[in-house]
């Protein structure tokens, strides 16, 4: 148990609180919101909750996920050209890869929310929680030493 | 008034449909889905590019055999239907020959690029079969038609299926490799012009007359028909003469068909400039068909040159820069601008419906075209690379975006369509899949690459030959010391074309006969395949692999190969040489460039000094490094720190006193064979620095061998410690020339070492070598005149293998072997081959009848590909 491990420990967390939040809000959340709420009352929550995971995305997620990653990277020795190596290096570029396409597909969401193209926005929601499931995938799949 | 066509197209009227006509637009819908896909494969294809085995041949029939010959199957019966005012044929038959058709390109894509050719060979019989089943049903319709005015293009579909029936049979041929080298050139010429100008040419030509019109809401000019009439009894009788012109090899033949086709294309485009003078274009369809036919013009007229001036062997060379352009700016352009116009129509939905469709596959339509049509030239020029790219880029990303909006287009109608199962194309739908599709690219970028060292320290670098011809890379196998950076220089021999393409990555551009191209590659890591990427001829064996030393050593054997390498790294001077071979007999490279500053045994034997005493001194050099194959040197033990050592020439009678120092780092003996001396004092082992007197008498004459006297034996000889003495028997003729040919064992690595000696033992030599270096005069041939006789002595010093020495050629007529003459000069009788045990000697004569390269080897045949081989350049005398 060292300092470390508590880094690796926030790293996991707050993945799995945003990963997990997003699966909580689409199978939980948004379907009891559908049967028990009027269409009124559900935009409402929904754009309130929305709202309140982007924020937690951008105020927390993101700074921690960032910091984290690349602490955990540097204690690797990771560098640029080993990122094309085939093994950890690889796996970890398509890793980042596959969350900078997430990120993209979250920000679509957010911009398609707000320009009122409802279909748009949930379709670009639910890419980018496939590809935030396939991110942890990715996540286990890298070697361990 | 518009052109009849237009209304019919519009599908089916709103209201309650009747009969047939119900189905139209769900047909045409299913059909133009599989276009569009084929137009993504296509896109895919030429994204991927070089992953894919046979990359160029795989994109032009993705494209050619899967989008465009599908749209003109339909397209063609569906203008044949709205031209002739008939009835829709029942749509059972033209769905089984475009699943047919479908099928049949998915055999000859598989059958050619991985599969046995003889599924392609099916595939393109089934092409040809639907084909003309295609052109009959055209027949049949007309036959039913009332007469009317645009009948005349019915011909021009008619006469394309019979193109593509012609150009289908060939190109079953091609598969089956019938026929190679130029003949394959003029088949291939054949199949690509006749499938092109035929198929895809006539196909465009007949519908333009009405389609050009349509599109620019203009009439259609009066002399359409007369137009369409000459120009087919042009263009068809000469397509007819440029295919017999090239498979027969009659360049003029050729040249008057590709003109008269030329001509018949520009009689039936009049027409189409009529019309353009009466309206500008102003769609983007209209702008595309436009843009198409010019790139076709130009097309032509390089078609109409290249024929004319290179013979039918070259044609398909040379119209190979040009490909990308009849593909992307003609027929890709021709298809897009056809299918822009047309989709909307055929999606139907109503005329709010139409607009809409219409509105979102024209989008952007400006830039689209001008992407494209900047895109086409950089394809076809020689500019740089990144230009070309930039080319390839425009153009993808152009039909990217029309594959794009299709898609959208059809999608949407689908949805129309079935309304009840909407759902399935429902957000999040969509999003599930974009998801997975990321992800499932992700894991791909994640697992590919395989896990061994991506980079390998470079130990040395190393150029070797690579030749292609007849449908095999040689060498096949290159083995190479792991870390060395190899270079191969590829030259393409054949008379048909190749290119080589090696799984790292490297390739050659396709090089035509007596091309040829470097590639250099990494140290070499693991074990590289390679192979030729022209369709059909990696399954007909031209590959080829680079593997490491010691990965083609039998298991419990890595004394062999593994030792050599190691072996030639320590001993190679500048990290050159040595160490990396192309495999032939026992691993050597013996076509390999020889060392710089190396110089040959000298094996040109002078004639016996005067005198009956010969004083000489031998020194034991045992650490001396000599070449003992081309680019291989190592460290041999050695008499006066050659091998052989140095020759010894009397007369029968003459007294030899050899001063034998040991001046090496081990114990070592002399034992001349030539003397008769009690073996205890003179061929005494001494030690490093002693030196002892061997005084003996020549009694007898003959080639006689000396070498190391100390045991083990084996490891002295084969180490290379031994050399002749030659004594002349009374009246020896005179010859021209004499030389002395020595041939020994090769062991490669260090001499006495483990490795090394358990090859010996085994009687596993790596090579055979004349006068110390295997296939050293190949590289430094003797040199005689025709006419002169030459003496050649030979003494076979082993240590375990003898010689059957033969001059490819020029047979002995004289033989003397081991003191007695076998054979003389003068009689009726020759020989071929002196046959030597080990430590046995002798010469043989001959007469070199006229100038040329004549071989003399061991025809031991074995022995000889593993070095025991040289040359004699005879000049004229």
């Given at each position: 148990m060292?300092?470390?491990?508590?880094?690796?420990f926030?790293?996991?967390?707050?993945?799995?609180?945003?990963?997990?939040?997003?699966?909580?809000?689409?199978?939980?959340?948004?379907?009891?919101?559908?049967?028990?709420?009027?269409?009124?009352?559900?935009?409402?929550?929904?754009?309130?909750?929305?709202?309140?995971?982007?924020?937690?995305?951008?105020?927390?997620?993101?700074?921690?996920?960032?910091?984290?990653?690349?602490?955990?990277?540097?204690?690797?020795?990771?560098?640029?050209?080993?990122?094309?190596?085939?093994?950890?290096?690889?796996?970890?570029?398509?890793?980042?890869?596959?969350?900078?396409?997430?990120?993209?597909?979250?920000?679509?969401?957010?911009?398609?929310?707000?320009?009122?193209?409802?279909?748009?926005?949930?379709?670009?929601?639910?890419?980018?929680?496939?590809?935030?499931?396939?991110?942890?995938?990715?996540?286990?799949?890298?070697?361990?030493? | 008034?518009?052109?009849?066509?237009?209304?019919?197209?519009?599908?089916?009227?709103?209201?309650?449909?009747?009969?047939?006509?119900?189905?139209?637009?769900?047909?045409?819908?299913?059909?133009?889905?599989?276009?569009?896909?084929?137009?993504?494969?296509?896109?895919?294809?030429?994204?991927?590019?070089?992953?894919?085995?046979?990359?160029?041949?795989?994109?032009?029939?993705v494209?050619?055999?899967?989008?465009?010959?599908?749209?003109?199957?339909?397209?063609?019966?569906?203008?044949?239907?709205?031209?002739?005012?008939?009835?829709?044929?029942?749509?059972?038959?033209?769905?089984?020959?475009?699943?047919?058709?479908?099928?049949?390109?998915?055999?000859?894509?598989?059958?050619?690029?991985?599969?046995?050719?003889?599924?392609?060979?099916?595939?393109?019989?089934?092409?040809?079969?639907?084909?003309?089943?295609?052109?009959?049903?055209?027949?049949?319709?007309?036959?039913?038609?009332?007469?009317?005015?645009?009948?005349?293009?019915?011909?021009?579909?008619?006469?394309?299926?019979?193109?593509?029936?012609?150009?289908?049979?060939?190109?079953?041929?091609?598969?089956?490799?019938?026929?190679?080298?130029?003949v394959?050139?003029?088949?291939?010429?054949?199949?690509?012009?006749?499938?092109?100008?035929?198929?895809?040419?006539?196909?465009?030509?007949?519908?333009?007359?009405?389609?050009?019109?349509?599109v620019?809401?203009?009439?259609?000019?009066?002399?359409?028909?007369?137009?369409?009439?000459?120009?087919?009894?042009?263009?068809?009788?000469?397509?007819?003469?440029?295919?017999?012109?090239?498979?027969?090899?009659?360049?003029?033949?050729?040249?008057?068909?590709?003109?008269?086709?030329?001509?018949?294309?520009?009689?039936?485009?009049?027409?189409?400039?009529?019309?353009?003078?009466?309206?500008?274009?102003?769609?983007?369809?209209?702008?595309m068909?436009?843009?198409?036919?010019?790139?076709?013009?130009?097309?032509?007229?390089?078609?109409?040159?290249v024929?004319?001036?290179?013979?039918?062997?070259?044609?398909?060379?040379?119209?190979?820069?040009?490909?990308?352009?009849?593909?992307?700016?003609?027929?890709?352009?021709?298809?897009?601008?056809?299918?822009?116009?047309?989709?909307?129509?055929?999606?139907?939905?109503?005329?709010?419906?139409?607009k809409?469709?219409?509105?979102?596959l024209?989008?952007?339509?400006?830039?689209?075209?001008?992407?494209?049509?900047?895109?086409?030239?950089?394809?076809?020029?020689p500019?740089?690379?990144?230009?070309?790219?930039?080319?390839?880029?425009?153009?993808?990303?152009?039909?990217?975006?029309?594959?794009?909006?299709?898609?959208?287009?059809?999608?949407?109608?689908?949805?129309?369509?079935?309304?009840?199962?909407?759902?399935?194309?429902?957000?999040?739908?969509?999003?599930?899949?974009?998801?997975?599709?990321?992800?499932a690219?992700?894991?791909?970028?994640?697992?590919?690459?395989?896990?061994?060292?991506?980079?390998?320290?470079?130990?040395?670098?190393?150029?070797?030959?690579?030749?292609?011809?007849?449908?095999?890379?040689?060498?096949?196998?290159?083995?190479?010391?792991?870390?060395?950076?190899?270079?191969?220089r590829?030259?393409?021999?054949?008379a048909?074309?190749?290119?080589?393409?090696?799984?790292?990555?490297?390739?050659?551009?396709?090089?035509?006969?007596?091309?040829?191209?470097?590639?250099?590659?990494?140290?070499?890591?693991?074990?590289?395949?390679?192979?030729?990427?022209?369709?059909?001829?990696?399954a007909?064996?031209?590959?080829?692999?680079?593997?490491p030393?010691?990965?083609?050593?039998?298991?419990?054997?890595?004394?062999?190969?593994?030792?050599?390498?190691?072996?030639?790294?320590?001993?190679?001077?500048?990290?050159?040489?040595?160490?990396?071979?192309?495999?032939?007999?026992?691993?050597?490279?013996?076509?390999?460039?020889?060392?710089?500053?190396?110089?040959?045994?000298?094996?040109?034997?002078?004639?016996?000094?005067?005198?009956?005493?010969?004083?000489?001194?031998?020194?034991?050099?045992?650490?001396?490094?000599?070449?003992?194959?081309?680019?291989?040197?190592?460290?041999?033990?050695t008499?006066?720190?050659?091998?052989?050592?140095?020759?010894?020439?009397?007369?029968?009678?003459?007294?030899?006193?050899?001063?034998?120092?040991?001046?090496?780092?081990?114990?070592?003996?002399?034992?001349?064979?030539?003397?008769?001396?009690?073996?205890?004092?003179?061929?005494?082992?001494?030690?490093?620095?002693?030196?002892?007197?061997?005084?003996?008498?020549?009694?007898h004459?003959?080639?006689?061998?000396?070498?190391?006297?100390?045991?083990?034996?084996?490891?002295?000889?084969?180490?290379?410690?031994?050399?002749?003495?030659?004594?002349?028997?009374?009246?020896?003729?005179?010859?021209d020339?004499?030389?002395?040919?020595?041939?020994?064992?090769?062991?490669?690595?260090e001499?006495?070492?483990?490795?090394?000696?358990?090859?010996?033992?085994?009687?596993?030599?790596?090579?055979?070598?004349?006068?110390?270096?295997?296939?050293?005069?190949?590289?430094?041939?003797?040199?005689?005149?025709?006419?002169?006789r030459?003496?050649?002595?030979?003494?076979?010093?082993?240590?375990?293998?003898?010689?059957?020495?033969?001059?490819?050629?020029?047979?002995?007529?004289?033989?003397?072997?081991?003191?007695?003459y076998?054979?003389?000069?003068?009689?009726?009788?020759?020989?071929?081959?002196?046959?030597?045990a080990?430590?046995?000697?002798?010469?043989?004569?001959?007469?070199?009848?006229?100038?040329?390269?004549?071989?003399?080897?061991?025809?031991?045949?074995?022995?000889?590909?593993?070095?025991?081989?040289?040359?004699?350049r005879?000049?004229?005398?």
């Amino acid at each position: 148990m060292t300092w470390w491990s508590v880094v690796r420990f926030l790293h996991v967390l707050s993945a799995a609180l945003w990963v997990g939040g997003q699966l909580t809000v689409s199978l939980v959340v948004l379907p009891l919101a559908r049967r028990l709420l009027e269409t009124e009352r559900r935009g409402q929550v929904m754009r309130a909750v929305g709202r309140r995971f982007g924020m937690f995305t951008g105020a927390v997620f993101l700074p921690v996920q960032l910091g984290t990653g690349v602490a955990i990277a540097w204690r690797k020795g990771v560098t640029w050209t080993s990122l094309a190596e085939p093994g950890y290096g690889r796996i970890l570029a398509a890793k980042l890869a596959l969350f900078c396409a997430v990120m993209v597909a979250a920000g679509l969401h957010g911009w398609a929310t707000g320009a009122g193209r409802p279909g748009f926005a949930r379709a670009m929601a639910v890419s980018a929680l496939v590809g935030s499931v396939g991110v942890v995938l990715l996540a286990t799949a890298l070697p361990a030493t | 008034m518009t052109s009849v066509e237009v209304h019919i197209e519009k599908g089916p009227p709103a209201g309650p449909p009747s009969g047939p006509a119900r189905h139209r637009a769900p047909w045409h819908l299913r059909a133009n889905a599989l276009v569009v896909a084929w137009l993504g494969l296509t896109v895919a294809a030429a994204a991927v590019g070089d992953g894919l085995p046979a990359p160029r041949w795989l994109l032009i029939h993705v494209f050619l055999l899967g989008a465009v010959s599908t749209a003109i199957l339909i397209w063609s019966e569906h203008f044949a239907v709205a031209l002739l005012r008939a009835r829709t044929p029942e749509p059972r038959w033209s769905l089984s020959r475009l699943a047919l058709l479908n099928a049949a390109t998915a055999a000859v894509l598989y059958g050619v690029t991985a599969g046995p050719a003889a599924v392609a060979v099916a595939g393109a019989g089934v092409i040809v079969a639907v084909v003309l089943w295609h052109a009959a049903a055209l027949v049949r319709l007309t036959r039913r038609a009332l007469p009317g005015r645009f009948g005349h293009v019915i011909a021009w579909y008619v006469c394309a299926a019979g193109a593509l029936a012609a150009g289908g049979t060939l190109g079953g041929l091609l598969a089956a490799h019938v026929g190679h080298g130029a003949v394959h050139e003029r088949l291939h010429a054949a199949h690509a012009q006749v499938n092109l100008l035929g198929w895809v040419g006539l196909t465009v030509l007949g519908t333009l007359f009405t389609l050009w019109p349509t599109v620019l809401r203009t009439r259609v000019p009066e002399r359409t028909r007369l137009a369409s009439l000459a120009g087919l009894r042009l263009a068809v009788p000469g397509l007819a003469l440029l295919t017999g012109g090239l498979l027969a090899d009659l360049r003029w033949v050729a040249a008057a068909g590709v003109a008269a086709y030329a001509a018949g294309a520009a009689a039936a485009l009049l027409p189409l400039v009529e019309a353009l003078r009466a309206r500008r274009p102003h769609t983007g369809a209209a702008w595309m068909l436009g843009a198409g036919v010019v790139w076709f013009e130009v097309a032509l007229a390089a078609d109409v040159v290249v024929v004319a001036t290179r013979p039918a062997g070259g044609v398909a060379a040379a119209l190979e820069p040009l490909l990308p352009l009849v593909l992307a700016g003609f027929v890709g352009q021709v298809l897009l601008g056809s299918l822009l116009h047309l989709l909307p129509a055929v999606l139907g939905g109503g005329p709010a419906r139409f607009k809409e469709n219409a509105a979102l596959l024209e989008r952007g339509w400006a830039v689209r075209l001008t992407a494209l049509n900047a895109g086409v030239p950089l394809l076809a020029l020689p500019v740089p690379r990144p230009l070309a790219l930039l080319g390839w880029a425009l153009v993808l990303a152009s039909a990217a975006a029309f594959v794009v909006l299709a898609v959208t287009a059809l999608t949407r109608a689908w949805a129309a369509e079935h309304p009840e199962r909407r759902a399935l194309a429902s957000p999040a739908l969509a999003g599930m899949t974009a998801g997975c599709l990321l992800t499932a690219a992700a894991v791909v970028v994640a697992v590919t690459g395989g896990s061994g060292p991506a980079t390998v320290a470079a130990t040395g670098t190393r150029t070797v030959e690579v030749t292609l011809s007849g449908m095999r890379v040689r060498p096949a196998v290159i083995e190479a010391a792991p870390g060395t950076a190899l270079t191969l220089r590829v030259t393409n021999t054949d008379a048909q074309r190749h290119d080589l393409r090696l799984a790292t990555g490297e390739r050659t551009p396709l090089l035509g006969a007596g091309e040829s191209a470097t590639l250099r590659l990494a140290p070499l890591g693991e074990a590289v395949d390679g192979w030729c990427t022209v369709a059909g001829h990696r399954a007909a064996g031209m590959t080829m692999r680079i593997v490491p030393t010691g990965a083609l050593a039998r298991p419990g054997t890595d004394t062999g190969h593994g030792a050599h390498g190691s072996a030639g790294r320590a001993t190679s001077p500048d990290g050159n040489g040595g160490t990396a071979a192309g495999t032939g007999q026992a691993g050597l490279d013996l076509a390999a460039p020889v060392s710089p500053g190396w110089r040959p045994y000298d094996a040109t034997l002078a004639p016996a000094p005067g005198g009956a005493e010969h004083e000489v001194e031998i020194r034991v050099d045992d650490s001396a490094v000599l070449e003992v194959a081309p680019g291989v040197r190592q460290r041999m033990w050695t008499f006066n720190g050659t091998v052989p050592g140095p020759v010894l020439r009397g007369t029968v009678g003459d007294v030899f006193t050899v001063t034998f120092v040991n001046g090496g780092t081990m114990g070592h003996g002399i034992d001349f064979h030539a003397g008769a001396n009690a073996p205890d004092g003179v061929m005494r082992t001494i030690q490093p620095g002693e030196r002892l007197t061997y005084r003996f008498r020549a009694e007898h004459a003959g080639a006689w061998l000396y070498h190391c006297s100390t045991m083990p034996m084996t490891q002295h000889i084969a180490g290379g410690m031994y050399g002749a003495v030659v004594i002349d028997p009374p009246d020896l003729p005179r010859a021209d020339r004499e030389f002395l040919l020595i041939q020994g064992e090769l062991y490669l690595g260090e001499p006495g070492s483990d490795a090394q000696v358990a090859k010996i033992r085994e009687g596993r030599p790596d090579g055979w070598m004349f006068n110390g270096t295997a296939a050293g005069y190949d590289h430094a041939p003797l040199r005689a005149k025709a006419g002169e006789r030459v003496r050649i002595w030979a003494v076979a010093a082993g240590p375990s293998s003898g010689t059957a020495l033969h001059v490819v050629g020029a047979p002995f007529d004289t033989v003397y072997k081991e003191g007695a003459y076998l054979l003389r000069a003068g009689g009726a009788g020759g020989a071929q081959v002196l046959d030597l045990a080990p430590a046995q000697g002798g010469f043989a004569e001959l007469v070199f009848p006229e100038p040329g390269t004549y071989p003399v080897v061991d025809h031991t045949m074995r022995q000889a590909e593993g070095g025991a081989h040289g040359l004699f350049r005879v000049g004229a005398p």
